[in-house]
């Protein structure tokens, strides 16, 4: 089903009342547009026009971009009261190379816990990281000593957690918070421990409804983390996959990684995305979405 793009500058106008505009700015206008519009779930604004993600095959563009509103009482979309965080797995899979970095993103924007400077973020070169260092980071034993600095301060933060006594004590990327950093933030299917990190797999129960004839492979990783203060629609927007095989010649030259990706985008016949989305700290999960791409 289709719906036209309408209201979108009146959306704009329209934002949340709190002081602290958490939402990435590039999706309030929009998130406001659905949420006028009283449906919750899952869509896909491709050339315009909101595609409600519903199992049917959808037609991929490199530069779309997906919209979860989360249900409320009802399935009706609602207002968080609270300052939300949400954390948004893809897993492509494409007859293309294996993925061996992971997308990471989470918007630079003011929050309860900095309200007075932007967060630090990636641009769109640097949002390209080696699977290794991600699980790295995910993986230390003691969540005071952290091995990425640049995964720590550009893609995670500090929360304001009600559970907590202390206020803007905790992290997204702290264990006591968050619980096992490598069941919330890995990759299903996916070990860096290998020597081929993104391997070719077998179906599996999180994987089997993938709708496939042959075995292929994870092409496209990403990890984003989207964010709402008290207020403001309990919707987000995420990044339509791209392919995440790095190159000897991005090795060597980064700042061309996101041209490459959009270039090997145009080529690289996706065929499912598993979309996994959870709420932060411990919170509820909304369960696994399979985007089927149209070819």
């Not at 939402?23 to 547009?33: A, E, F, I, L, R």
């Not at 919750?40 to 997906?66: M, S």
């Not at 207020?231 to 010649?249: D, K, Q, V, W």
Request: proline share 7%.
């Amino acid at each position: 089903m289709k719906r036209p793009l309408v209201g979108i500058v009146a959306g704009f106008m329209m934002l949340g009342t709190s002081a602290v505009q958490a939402s990435d700015p590039q999706d309030v206008g929009t998130c406001q547009v659905l949420f006028d519009q009283g449906k919750a779930g899952l869509f896909y604004l491709h050339a315009g026009q909101f595609v409600q993600v519903n199992g049917t095959g959808i037609d991929y563009d490199p530069g779309g971009r997906f919209y979860y509103v989360w249900p409320g009482a009802g399935g009706r979309p609602f207002h968080v009261t609270r300052e939300t965080v949400w954390h948004v797995r893809t897993q492509t899979i494409a007859k293309s190379g294996k993925a061996d970095e992971a997308l990471l993103w989470r918007p630079g924007v003011r929050t309860q816990c900095s309200p007075d400077r932007p967060l630090e973020t990636f641009n769109d070169y640097n949002r390209f990281v080696t699977l290794q260092r991600y699980y790295d980071h995910h993986s230390a034993a003691d969540e005071t000593q952290r091995p990425d600095p640049a995964i720590a301060s550009s893609f995670h933060f500090t929360i304001d957690n009600p559970d907590e006594r202390t206020r803007c004590s905790t992290r997204t990327d702290d264990p006591k918070t968050v619980g096992d950093l490598r069941k919330t933030y890995g990759f299903v299917e996916v070990d860096p421990d290998e020597p081929a990190i993104a391997r070719v797999v077998e179906p599996s129960r999180a994987v089997a409804a993938t709708r496939r004839t042959e075995s292929h492979i994870f092409s496209g990783l990403s990890s984003e983390l989207a964010l709402a203060a008290p207020g403001e629609p309990a919707c987000f927007g995420f990044n339509a996959p791209l392919p995440t095989r790095s190159s000897a010649f991005t090795d060597f030259f980064p700042i061309f990684r996101n041209v490459e990706a959009l270039s090997m985008a145009q080529t690289w016949q996706p065929i499912s995305t598993m979309i996994a989305i959870q709420r932060i700290p411990r919170g509820a999960r909304s369960g696994t979405v399979i985007v089927h791409w149209n070819h």
